[in-house]
Each structure stands twice: as C-alpha cells, then as structure tokens.
C-alpha cells in the first residue's frame, strides 16, 4: 500500500518564502498549506540580506512551524557594519530564529580577485558572530569548495551547522563530515544529469543528511521548470529513499531528528 502522507513529519530545512516570488497576497500561505498537505510539517527561511532576513523573522512570527535564519549571502556580500551586527544579533535572540544563514562563498558568478576576499572576509565575521551567539550556520559553497573547507578548518572550530546544496566531491565531503557538518540536498539530486551527488547521498551517514528545496529555485523532478516551493521537499526525500533502498518514512524520521538535532527544532508545533 502507498504510503499515507499524513504519516510522515518532513522538514524543508532551506527554503525562501521571504522571496519576492511568494510575495503575492497569501502566496506564503498557500504554499505552507500545501507543504502541510504531504507532509512537510517545518520550514526555515533563510535570509540573504538584512532586507530578507527581515522578512524571514516576520514570516517565523506569523506561522507556525516557520523558523529563520539571518544573514548576508557571498552574492550579497559588503562590509557589515556595527548596525549590522547588532541586528543579526538582536534576531537571534528572537525564539523562531535558529541560525546564521545563509552565508558562505559563491566562486561562481564572482571572478573579480577583490571581491572575491570580500567575500571570504565576510564569511569569517558572521561565523564568528554565530559561535558568539552559540548558533549553527547555514553555509553555501558553490564553486568555492577548497576556500569553503580551509576556511572552516580554521575558523569553525566550536562550530555546528551544513553545507547547503551540497555540490562537491565526495572526498570533500568527508572531509566537511570530520568537521561535524550536516550536508543539504536539495532539487538537484532528481535531475537526470545529477553526476556525482547519487553517490554521494548512498555513501554519506544519513545522520548528516538534511533535505531542502532552497524554494522558489531549482524545483525537483517532476516539477522542474516550475517554482520550487517546501511542499516539493517530499521529492527529494523520495529520491533519497530510492537511493538508500529504504522506506520514505524512514528517511523522513531521520532526516527531521537531524534537523531537530543541529536546529533545536520542535517536536510538536
């Protein structure tokens, strides 16, 4: 028999509904209705401006169920200033705030040198900010896996958190694992092209495994070309229950007590 979606618990562990594109009149709504619907029981909203991270505890107060993280993302990286952080760290004493996020470095679309180690400057200031604050870190490392690790073996010692979207190598992963680190999967895991992820999500302990959308972007098979949105997480988990040979809901239980485990999640809302 199919399993019965109301008995798993999922958690969309990156998501954006504080995206301008859930900012239609009850868009936010809609789509944590629907998340409900199969299953996807929790959220957390990562900011990647202040401007977003704004929006993110706003959403955490309205919802229930929703959480934030705050932060200012490697595409949106300048000096912070003293203003700054003393509102990232105001947010973070707010009860459905649960991390530094969403910061790290993107290698990517950044080619110019300066930039670039503004970037990594920024990166080392807010994780710095997050053991102050004794919270976990949400990281993304896109492009940028050898600056990402050096600078967590140096830097992130005491602390917790995940590599978002993970798109590294295996032997890259293990490394971020000795340090203690969750690895995301996200959207990308279902496509056809997916290289060298699938592999990576059979060899991993699933004790560091988190599924995630990182909603509106990069929606799963079969909803890609469509905005990403948390109801699709279910996919994901779907794929990594095929990946693993085990059952859905197992792969749900797992993946929500890691998420308890480095958010302090709930569980009950």
């Known amino acids: 028999m199919p399993e019965k979606k109301e008995d798993i618990w999922l958690v969309d562990t990156h998501t954006h509904l504080?995206?301008?594109?859930?900012?239609?009149?009850?868009?936010?709504?809609?789509?944590?209705?629907?998340?409900h619907e199969v299953g996807v029981r929790q959220i957390i909203n990562h900011g990647d401006t202040m401007a977003s991270s704004a929006l993110a505890v706003k959403l955490a107060r309205q919802f229930p169920g929703v959480y934030a993280g705050v932060g200012i993302h490697p595409e949106e990286a300048r000096e912070l200033t003293q203003?700054?952080?003393?509102?990232?760290?105001?947010?973070a004493a707010?009860?459905?705030?649960?991390?530094?996020?969403e910061i790290g470095l993107d290698y990517h679309w950044v080619k110019d040198v300066d930039q670039r180690a503004l970037q990594r400057r920024i990166f080392v200031e807010q994780l710095d900010?997050?053991?102050?604050?004794?919270?976990?870190?949400c990281i993304?490392?896109?492009?940028?896996?050898?600056?990402?690790?050096?600078?967590?073996?140096?830097?992130g010692q005491g602390?917790?958190?995940?590599?978002h979207c993970y798109s590294g190598s295996w032997e890259t992963a293990q490394e971020f694992l000795k340090l203690g680190f969750y690895l995301g999967v996200d959207g990308?895991?279902?496509?056809?092209?997916?290289?060298?992820?699938?592999?990576?999500?059979?060899q991993m302990p699933l004790d560091r495994l988190l599924v995630e959308t990182d909603a509106p972007y990069m929606a799963p098979v079969p909803h890609r070309g469509q905005r990403n949105e948390p109801a699709f997480v279910r996919c994901v988990a779907e794929k990594v229950a095929q990946l693993r040979g085990l059952p859905l809901a197992e792969i749900a239980a797992r993946t929500t007590q890691n998420a308890r485990d480095l958010y302090g999640l709930p569980t009950q809302i």
Do not use: M, S, Y
């Not at 504080?18 to 998340?35: K, M, Q, Y």
């Not at 900010?129 to 976990?136: S, T």
């Not at 602390?159 to 590599?163: A, F, K, N, Q, S």
């Open 83 to 91: 203003e700054d952080t003393d509102q990232l760290t105001a947010w």
């Open 94 to 101: 707010l009860p459905g705030v649960v991390c530094i996020g």
């Open 188 to 202: 990308p895991l279902t496509f056809k092209k997916a290289a060298k992820l699938p592999d990576i999500v059979r």
């Open 18 to 35: 504080n995206d301008e594109a859930f900012a239609g009149e009850g868009e936010a709504e809609a789509a944590l209705a629907r998340a």
């Open 140 to 155: 993304h490392d896109r492009e940028a896996h050898g600056d990402t690790l050096a600078i967590l073996q140096k830097e």
């Open 159 to 163: 602390i917790r958190g995940v590599l």
């Open 129 to 137: 900010l997050a053991r102050q604050l004794h919270l976990p870190v």
